[in-house]
């Protein structure tokens, strides 16, 4: 395990957004499953103990269809297995595709507001790319973990959704996290 750097102060603290880190991605025979999506989640994992490890605020999303039976929606709604919010992490809950769609949310990122926000999960084509517009327009400077996002089946999407988002947001590889945090720690 690698040493953290010296804490940033509070107004250079790092952020962490969290979507859909929910079990419905990753498990076969599911509407949102992709093979991919199993390497996404453990990117997703890496991604989330150096943000844990370094003392960023995370924030969680998750998508609630309020129109599923509880017993399928709390079992794949459920979060991934290694990526379960800690109790210091808020879980924001949302019916649309940005998660500025949650109020509570929107309140809590404005606090964001000239910090390093970085985005993981799922769903690049819709879910990704709402909450990352919608971001920027609240004034955050965001940068999307490119490999940390599970992107749709469908190349012709995800392309799109790259290409909207270039203008807007920064994109990076966890491997670059990682490598930035090792010029910060030496």
């Given amino acids: 395990m690698l040493t953290s750097p010296v804490p940033r102060p509070e107004s250079r603290r790092s952020w962490l957004i969290c979507l859909d880190l929910q079990r419905d991605h990753v498990v076969p025979g599911r509407p949102r499953y992709s093979i991919a999506n199993t390497e996404v989640a453990a990117t997703c994992a890496r991604v989330l103990g150096l943000a844990r490890e370094d003392g960023w605020r995370v924030v969680h999303s998750q998508f609630r269809d309020e129109s599923v039976a509880p017993w ?31 109020p509570g949310f929107t309140q809590e990122m404005r606090v964001a507001r000239g910090a390093e926000v970085y985005l993981i999960g799922f769903s690049l084509a819709d879910t990704c790319l709402a909450t990352a517009l919608a971001g920027v327009d609240e004034g955050l400077s965001l940068t999307l973990v490119e490999d940390a996002v599970g992107a749709s089946e469908e190349l012709a999407a995800t392309e799109v ?25 030496h």
């Fill in 161 to 185: 959704a790259r290409t909207i988002l270039k203008p807007f947001v920064q994109l990076a590889s966890s491997r670059r996290l990682l490598e930035d945090r090792l010029e910060v720690v």
């Fill in 72 to 102: 399928p929606r709390e079992l794949f709604g459920a979060p991934i297995e290694g990526l379960r919010p800690l109790v210091s992490e808020p879980v924001y809950f949302r019916k649309g595709l940005s998660a500025f769609a949650n």
